[in-house]
Each structure stands twice: as C-alpha cells, then as structure tokens.
C-alpha cells in the first residue's frame, strides 16, 4: 500500500497553501514571522483608527510595524502598543511617536526621534504617543477666533459697499485715469530727451575735451611766460605815470603851469572873447575888414 496516495497529496497541497497564506498575510501587514517579542510599547490615550499591522516609520523610512495593541477596560485611557522594530534602530531617551491619517483614511505611526546624545532605551522601555492634528483639528480649533471676527468681517463690508457706492470713488479713478495719461505723456518725453541726450551728449562731451585742451594749451603758454620781466616793465609804466603826474602838478613846467596858472586861464579866456566878438563884427561888416574895387577905384 503505497503512502503518498492522492489524498495525501491533496492534503500536503493543502497545508503547504496555508502556511504560504499565513506568511504572505504576515509580509504583506509588515510583520515577521521570526522577530522576537522583546519590542518597544507605545502608550496612547486615543489610537484613532491605529490597528495591529499599521507601518511605523521614521523619517519617512519604514522602520517597523504595530505587533498588537492592548486596552485596559479598568484604565480606559491608557491604551498600550506593542511594536516590532528594525534591530538596527536605536530609541533615545525624548523620543516620541504620533498617529498620522492621510485624506484617504490610511493611518500609520511616525516616530519623532529624541536627540542621539541622550541615553538609549533598552528593549521593552515605553515611550509617549499622541495623535498628530490634521487640517479639521485645526480648522476646529479655529473655529472660535473665526466666529469673533465674523461681526468685524460685516462691518467691513458694509463699509466697502458704502465706499463702493460713493460718487466721489468713479470721479477718483477718472482722475486716476487722467493721471495715467499725464504719467504716460510724461514717460514719453523722458523717452525722448533721453534719445536726443544721447545723441547729444556725446558731441558735447567732444566739444567739452577740445576747451580742455585749449585751456591746457592756454595754461602751458601761462607757464612759459616771464612773469618777473613782466612786472618789472608794469612797475616801470607805473613810476612813468607818477613821474608825469607830479609834473602835471609841478607849478614849473609848462603843463603844469598851463594847469594850474589862473591868470593864464583868465588871459586865454579874454583872447577867446575878443577873437569870438571880432567874428561877430567880421560877418556884420566885412567891407570894414575888406576893401576890393572892381575898376581899380578906392572906395572910401
């Protein structure tokens, strides 16, 4: 009678398929089969869906898996984790964990790392765990300071639509608009006196380099000058004038006797009064003065 018949084949199938069902379950929740039970514990007062099997990570790096989770019915708020950890992650003392729940209702465990210098927790040590607040929790907390602002948020409008509604706003933009058309004229003649500057300014700088060089040339023609000759013929031209000063006003010579003899002024006056007095009587009568006859008769 031979052993493996097909019923025990069948049944050997069979069990084999479980025990690969029973490890695939096991890979696919992240667990291993051989990890041993000296783990850490996370203790919670409110899991929110965190469940045996849920990843762990750190940094973003899965780290581990949730072994199993334990409630204490006579200390509903302490509610304890069991973790499997990568050997090769060392927790430090400050170390922390916190639930975190995606849009889609995925929850995981994110470890918050204390510092490496600190002591290292030996296997089996607790640590805290809390539940990270998303979006709704913050928006809830919110929620309070919103409500307060609501009746500062209406006042608001209404002063908007009041401010909206004033005729004096359509007359302020129109001038704006004018403004803009001002600024724009404005910036277009910028544009333009910055073309013709530009155009400008280079042959004014040309005109601006040759009176340097005549004014270099002017100064070098200053410095080739004799100044001391030149003064001593100024100092001279002086001592002539005061020379013929003093003999304008020297009562000797004869400038300075026609300058300052009164008598002579008094003469020379008299002389001028006669000669102009003798002119009168020559025009009123010049046949006193002249005496022409035609045919050689004297006229008497």
Same mark, same amino acid.
């Given at each position: 009678?031979?052993?493996?018949?097909?019923?025990?084949?069948?049944?050997?199938v069979?069990?084999?398929?479980i025990?690969?069902?029973?490890?695939?379950?096991?890979?696919?929740?992240?667990?291993?089969?051989?990890?041993?039970?000296?783990?850490?514990?996370?203790?919670?007062?409110?899991?929110?869906?965190?469940?045996?099997?849920?990843?762990?990570?750190?940094?973003?790096?899965?780290?581990?898996?949730?072994?199993?989770?334990?409630?204490?019915?006579?200390?509903?708020?302490?509610?304890?984790?069991?973790?499997?950890?990568?050997?090769?992650?060392?927790?430090?003392?400050?170390?922390?964990?916190?639930?975190?729940s995606?849009?889609?209702?995925?929850?995981?465990?994110?470890?918050?790392?204390?510092?490496?210098?600190?002591?290292?927790?030996?296997?089996?040590?607790?640590?805290?765990?809390?539940?990270q607040?998303?979006?709704?929790?913050?928006? &809830?907390?919110?929620?309070?300071? $919103?409500?307060? *602002?609501l009746? /500062?948020?209406?006042? +608001? !409008?209404?002063?908007?639509? #009041? %401010?909206?509604?004033?005729?004096?706003?359509?007359?302020?933009?129109?001038?704006?608009?004018?403004?803009?058309?001002?600024?724009?004229?404005?910036?277009?003649?910028?544009?333009?006196?910055? &073309?013709?500057?530009?155009?400008? $300014?280079?042959? *004014?700088?040309? /005109?601006?380099?040759? +009176? !340097?060089?005549?004014t270099q #040339? %002017?100064?070098?023609?200053?410095?080739?000058?004799?100044?001391?000759?030149?003064?001593?013929?100024?100092?001279?031209?002086?001592?002539?004038?005061?020379?013929?000063?003093?003999?304008?006003?020297?009562p000797?010579?004869?400038?300075?006797?026609?300058?300052?003899?009164?008598?002579?002024?008094?003469?020379?006056?008299?002389?001028?009064?006669?000669?102009?007095?003798?002119?009168?009587?020559?025009?009123?009568?010049?046949?006193?003065?002249?005496?022409?006859?035609?045919?050689?008769?004297?006229?008497?």
């Amino acid at each position: 009678m031979k052993f493996f018949t097909k019923e025990v084949k069948i049944a050997l199938v069979a069990i084999l398929a479980i025990i690969v069902l029973f490890i695939g379950m096991h890979f696919l929740k992240g667990m291993s089969l051989f990890s041993s039970n000296e783990g850490y514990y996370i203790r919670f007062n409110d899991i929110s869906g965190l469940s045996a099997s849920s990843p762990i990570y750190a940094n973003g790096y899965r780290v581990g898996v949730v072994t199993s989770i334990n409630y204490d019915y006579s200390n509903p708020d302490c509610i304890v984790a069991a973790v499997d950890l990568d050997p090769q992650l060392q927790l430090h003392e400050g170390s922390h964990a916190e639930i975190v729940s995606d849009f889609i209702g995925n929850v995981k465990l994110e470890l918050r790392l204390g510092p490496a210098t600190s002591r290292v927790l030996a296997k089996g040590d607790t640590i805290d765990g809390e539940v990270q607040k998303g979006l709704m929790d913050k928006a &809830a907390q919110m929620m309070p300071q $919103v409500e307060a *602002m609501l009746p /500062k948020l209406d006042t +608001i !409008l209404v002063s908007l639509q #009041t %401010l909206v509604s004033d005729p004096a706003l359509a007359n302020t933009l129109h001038h704006t608009e004018e403004l803009t058309a001002s600024l724009n004229t404005t910036a277009r003649q910028l544009s333009q006196l910055t &073309a013709r500057l530009n155009r400008e $300014v280079p042959q *004014m700088m040309t /005109k601006a380099e040759g +009176i !340097l060089d005549n004014t270099q #040339t %002017l100064t070098g023609n200053l410095s080739q000058l004799d100044l001391q000759a030149t003064m001593q013929r100024v100092d001279q031209t002086l001592a002539n004038v005061q020379q013929l000063t003093a003999a304008l006003n020297s009562p000797r010579g004869t400038m300075g006797m026609l300058l300052n003899d009164a008598r002579l002024y008094e003469n020379i006056t008299a002389t001028m009064r006669d000669v102009d007095s003798l002119l009168i009587d020559f025009k009123a009568h010049p046949r006193r003065y002249i005496n022409v006859s035609v045919f050689g008769k004297k006229d008497k």
